[in-house]
């Protein structure tokens, strides 16, 4: 439920999650008789809303087993398709995400004779349509560059590092509200002790010999006959929003609102914060709760002025869930207790265990498509129970204050 830094994070799972999967394969080379190649990765991509999650990546191309010195190799079309799981599609579809697209940087090491670089391949993720359950697949395409390489010998390609620069939009086609900002970048770290050798094959001698190239080769720039634009990414400070782990989001809000009790004119102002972290595959949340101490002025059959202080004990977290309708349901088990309270200015109650004698079952719940990110207003009735401790006017206190159908109205914002 609440979004802590909140807003400061879903989703998460965004989005970027889903493209992770697209930019693995942004290196190839070649020319000459082509094999197919395939690569499974798993990476850790860090994600707003959800953190590190573990994504898969699967790389599929026909790259050349051999390349002559000296001769362009020409582009290579690539695919890579991700799978990704209905953790996912929830993240995203809580935060009103209907379509991701965007662009990813592969990165990549050449290790050949005279030739030791590391290349960066960018990747065009295709715009694709969140389902609205179960998991689902994303695919992207590029062109690898076509290099030169100057001298005949064993070369090896392997594959690393990722950065996603994803743009998630609602149904309307606007920016879905992703907090610190939307396009986002995710970073994904490669998982270690894997294979990542895409591919190992032979440069040939061209023309019986080395050829020198035309520019001294470069440690860090190869020399190409076609260089697609590469994109230079930076990577920000983590989100704001707590990161969950194992598929839970953790999200949190300021609360401010009022109740109004039944038996009595006037309203009680309500402050405070909630922190939720919400399971995924499951749509529940347990969160902690804090209203602060209020002062309630209200008045007794219209006419009499009492005034009260007002503190809230949690019996329990509060838990609650996102319906199939988007609506979130909260309950949250209170004790009331009035510690001070005054009639025509004179205290008549000044116990610390004036308090209801069972707690309060607030029940609350939001509209259709309640937005985890900005937040919302939530309402619900209560009961409130007899008080006890209250001093030689407790039956006085607890006949006004014990009530059924108080109304509680509060609106949640992001921190």
């Given at each position: 439920?609440?979004?802590r830094?909140?807003?400061?994070?879903?989703?998460?799972?965004?989005?970027?999650?889903?493209?992770?999967?697209?930019?693995?394969?942004?290196?190839?080379?070649?020319?000459g008789?082509?094999?197919?190649?395939?690569?499974?990765?798993?990476y850790g991509?860090?994600?707003?809303?959800?953190?590190?999650?573990?994504?898969?990546?699967?790389?599929?191309?026909?790259?050349?087993?051999?390349?002559?010195?000296?001769?362009?190799?020409?582009?290579?079309?690539?695919?890579?398709?991700?799978?990704?799981?209905?953790?996912?599609t929830?993240?995203l579809?809580?935060?009103?995400?209907?379509?991701?697209?965007?662009?990813?940087?592969?990165?990549?090491?050449?290790?050949?004779p005279?030739?030791?670089?590391?290349?960066?391949?960018p990747?065009?993720?295709?715009?694709t349509?969140?389902?609205?359950?179960?998991?689902?697949t994303?695919?992207?395409?590029g062109?690898?560059p076509?290099?030169?390489?100057?001298?005949?010998?064993p070369?090896?390609?392997?594959?690393h590092?990722?950065?996603?620069?994803i743009?998630?939009?609602?149904?309307d086609?606007?920016?879905?509200?992703?907090?610190?900002?939307?396009p986002?970048?995710?970073?994904?770290?490669?998982d270690p002790?894997?294979?990542?050798?895409?591919?190992?094959?032979?440069?040939?001698?061209?023309?019986?010999?080395?050829?020198?190239?035309?520019t001294?080769?470069?440690?860090?720039?190869?020399?190409?006959?076609?260089?697609?634009?590469?994109?230079?990414?930076?990577?920000?400070?983590?989100?704001?929003?707590?990161?969950?782990?194992?598929?839970?989001?953790?999200?949190?809000?300021?609360?401010?609102?009022?109740?109004?009790?039944?038996?009595?004119?006037g309203?009680?102002?309500?402050?405070?914060?909630?922190?939720?972290n919400?399971?995924?595959?499951?749509?529940?949340?347990?969160a902690?709760?804090?209203?602060?101490?209020?002062t309630?002025?209200?008045?007794?059959?219209g006419f009499?002025?009492?005034?009260?202080?007002?503190?809230?004990?949690?019996?329990?977290?509060t838990?609650?869930?996102?319906?199939?309708?988007?609506?979130l349901?909260?309950?949250?088990?209170l004790?009331i207790?009035?510690?001070?309270?005054?009639?025509?200015?004179?205290?008549?109650?000044?116990?610390?265990?004036?308090?209801?004698?069972?707690?309060s079952d607030?029940?609350?719940?939001?509209?259709?498509?309640?937005d985890?990110?900005?937040g919302?207003?939530?309402?619900?009735?209560?009961?409130?129970a007899?008080?006890?401790?209250?001093?030689?006017?407790?039956?006085?206190?607890?006949?006004f204050?014990?009530?059924?159908?108080?109304?509680?109205a509060?609106n949640?914002?992001?921190?």
């Open positions: 439920m609440n979004h830094r909140g807003s400061k994070k879903l989703t998460a799972v965004l989005a970027s999650v889903t493209t992770a999967g697209l930019v693995g394969a942004g290196l190839f080379i070649g020319a008789t082509s094999a197919a190649a395939s690569l499974d990765l798993n991509c860090t994600f707003p809303l959800i953190d590190v999650q573990p994504v898969k990546i699967q790389i599929n191309a026909s790259i050349p087993d051999t390349i002559t010195a000296g001769v362009p190799t020409g582009e290579f079309q690539i695919e890579a398709i991700s799978t990704l799981n209905e953790d996912t929830t993240g579809k809580l935060v009103k995400v209907a379509t991701i697209e965007g662009t990813a940087i592969s990165t990549a090491h050449i290790s050949a005279d030739f030791d670089t590391d290349l960066e391949v990747v065009t993720v295709e715009k349509a969140i389902p609205a359950s179960g998991g689902f994303v695919k992207a395409t062109k690898t076509s290099l030169k390489f100057p001298k005949a010998g070369i090896k390609i392997t594959v590092d990722i950065v996603l620069n743009t998630a939009k609602k149904a086609g606007t920016l879905a509200s992703i907090p610190p900002s939307n986002f970048e995710a970073p994904c770290a490669q002790g894997q294979n990542n050798v895409l591919k190992e094959g032979e440069i040939l001698p061209g023309g019986g010999g080395t050829t020198n190239p035309t001294p080769p470069s440690t860090t720039n190869p020399t190409t006959t076609t260089q697609p634009p590469v994109t230079t990414t930076t990577t920000k400070p983590p989100v704001t929003t707590t990161p969950g782990g194992g598929g839970t989001v953790k999200y949190g809000y300021n609360l401010a609102g009022k109740s109004n009790l039944k038996n009595m004119s309203d009680v102002p309500l402050k405070g914060t909630i922190d939720a919400l399971t995924l595959a499951t749509k529940k949340f347990t902690d709760l804090v209203l602060n101490p209020a309630a002025n209200l008045s007794i059959m009499l002025p009492v005034v009260s202080r007002v503190e809230f004990v949690n019996e329990a977290q838990t609650g869930s996102i319906e199939a309708d988007g609506a349901k909260s309950n949250s088990l004790t207790k009035l510690p001070q309270v005054s009639l025509f200015g004179f205290p008549i109650s000044q116990s610390a265990d004036c308090k209801t004698v069972t707690p607030i029940n609350l719940a939001s509209a259709p498509d309640f985890v990110i900005a919302g207003q939530l309402t619900g009735s209560y009961t409130i007899p008080l006890k401790g209250c001093g030689s006017f407790n039956d006085y206190i607890s006949g204050a014990a009530s059924s159908g108080n109304t509680i509060v949640l914002t992001s921190k």
